[in-house]
């Protein structure tokens, strides 16, 4: 499916790991035009932004979220398994975005627990589990990804 791309409502979301940067367009319709980047091909996060951008044709993007595996404090990005550092002010103006969140992606992730299925996790320890209890979350890539809520 392809993205109607001049409603104003298209927005991109991306998942910025140290192997791969993964984008999609995100309409009212849902996810379309989902790709996969390697991240060791481009030489900063906005040339893989740009070449999405170019190979969907997707003009009309101004608003952006990406989880980043990386700390995010302040402005300033410095990845800590990948060579890319940006700031996230100077990349909103270089993109002509409106919107440019930087969250990082195992906080993001986290805060998805509470609506997950009984099913679908997993008591550590011991025991029943107690609602109202803190959550955790691990998860490997290039990376150990950890989160708690």
Do not use: C, K
Not at 30 to 52: C, H, K, M, N, Q
Request: cysteine-free; overall charge neutral.
């Amino acid at each position: 499916m392809t993205a109607n791309l001049s409603l104003p409502a298209t927005r991109l979301v991306g998942d910025i790991g140290g192997t791969n940067a993964r984008f999609a367009l995100h309409t009212a319709q849902g996810l379309s035009d989902i790709r996969v980047l390697p991240t060791a091909d481009y030489a900063r996060f906005a040339d893989a932004l740009l070449a999405y951008l170019a190979a969907t044709g997707a003009t009309a993007v101004r608003h952006v979220a990406i989880g980043i595996a990386n700390p995010v404090y302040g402005d300033q990005i410095r990845m800590t398994n990948h060579h890319w550092a940006f700031s996230i002010a100077q990349a909103r103006a270089e993109l002509g975005l409106q919107t440019f969140l930087v969250l990082n992606d195992f906080a993001v992730l986290a805060r998805a627990l509470p609506e997950l299925p009984a099913a679908e996790l997993v008591q550590v320890g011991g025991g029943s589990a107690v609602p109202g209890a803190p959550l955790a979350l691990l998860g490997a890539g290039t990376g150990l990804g950890v989160s708690g809520l």
